[in-house]
């Protein structure tokens, strides 16, 4: 974690990550957590609980 800190700076945006270098690893894991958002209210587009 200390090689590659927070950045307390960065842009805020939706679906910053995206543009990240992480992308695929997010990806293939969206489908695995998509009950649980769900269940919390999340809609399957990201869009926050109501």
């Known amino acids: 974690m200390l090689d590659t ?8 945006r939706l679906d910053k990550w995206k543009d ?3 992308r695929e690893k997010v990806e293939r894991v969206l489908p ?13 587009d990201g ?3 109501k």
């Open 5 to 12: 800190p927070y950045n307390a700076f960065s842009e805020i």
């Open 20 to 22: 990240g270098r992480n």
């Open 32 to 44: 695995k957590v998509a009950a649980v958002a769900s269940a919390m209210g999340y809609s399957s």
């Open 47 to 49: 869009d926050l609980p």
